[in-house]
Nanobody
Framework: QVQLVESGGGSVPAGGSLRLSCIES????????MAWFRQVPGKEREAVAA???????VYRDSVKGRFTISRDSAKDTLYLQMNSLTPEDTAMYYC?????????????????????WGQGTQVTVSS
């Protein structure tokens, strides 16, 4: 039903910034919630930020005040602006969409359950 393609990852020093992008290719209705998750090897995938259909953002506590999620509906693109990065932010970042049918790896955050995933983009922050 939908394909998600992330970009914008890279390597930055602590205190630096990155902006991730995710283009949603779909053939039907727009996903009603979208989010960013991240994962490091050996750990569970965790939610970072989400944006609901009405535009309301939700953040995990550790990124509040540093990360900003936004959505350009005209371009079917999701963004994550990340500022004041720390080594603890190092991870593979995944774009996720919540849709009513299909998908896999169901994870919930901020009132939505995400079931479609991109391939990920690596973010590495050096100390």
């Amino acid at each position: 039903q939908v394909q998600l393609v992330e970009s914008g990852g890279g390597s930055v020093p602590a205190g630096g910034s990155l902006r991730l992008s995710c283009i949603e290719s779909r053939y039907t209705y727009r996903s009603y919630c979208m989010a960013w998750f991240r994962q490091v090897p050996g750990k569970e995938r965790e939610a970072v930020a989400a944006i609901r259909e009405d535009g309301t953002p939700v953040y995990r506590d550790s990124v509040k005040g540093r990360f900003t999620i936004s959505r350009d509906s005209a371009k079917d693109t999701l963004y994550l602006q990340m500022n004041s990065l720390t080594p603890e932010d190092t991870a593979m970042y995944y774009c996720a969409a919540a849709r009513s049918q299909g998908g896999s790896r169901f994870l919930s955050f901020g009132g939505c359950t995400y079931n479609y995933w991109g391939q990920g983009t690596q973010v590495t922050v050096s100390s």
